[in-house]
């Protein structure tokens, strides 16, 4: 496999681990600020109505980012297909696959493939 196969190999691998990792904060955020606005409605002493709409936005955007959570691990899965259909090698799972995607250089991620296989 070519050293420019392995580089584009490697900078997919690292781009769908961040849309992941950016799906996951967004729902983390959602939740915190829904949290928060929670707490700031009590601790007014605010009606359970005041803010409510607000409420339910914030609760779309996080069923949204939860929805894109799912599509990008699909996508994930997808490539993966993709990859084997190709002859590419899986080379681990999760963490696993990070720490091949954040080898040194394409020569140590070519011989940590070689080790995987």
Do not use: K, N, Y
């Amino acid at each position: 496999m070519s050293e420019r196969f392995i580089a584009t190999d490697i900078a997919l691998a690292r781009r769908l681990r961040a849309l992941e990792d950016a799906s996951d904060a967004t729902i983390r955020a959602s939740a915190d600020l829904i949290a928060t606005m929670l707490d700031a409605r009590q601790a007014r002493g605010l009606p359970a109505a005041q803010g409510h709409a607000t409420l339910a936005r914030v609760g779309t955007i996080m069923a949204d980012a939860i929805a894109l959570r799912g599509q990008s691990v699909a996508a994930h899965e997808e490539v993966v297909t993709l990859g084997a259909g190709m002859g590419l090698p899986v080379t681990g799972f999760g963490d696993a696959c990070q720490e091949l995607a954040t080898a040194a250089s394409p020569a140590t991620a070519r011989d940590t493939a070689r080790q995987a296989a």
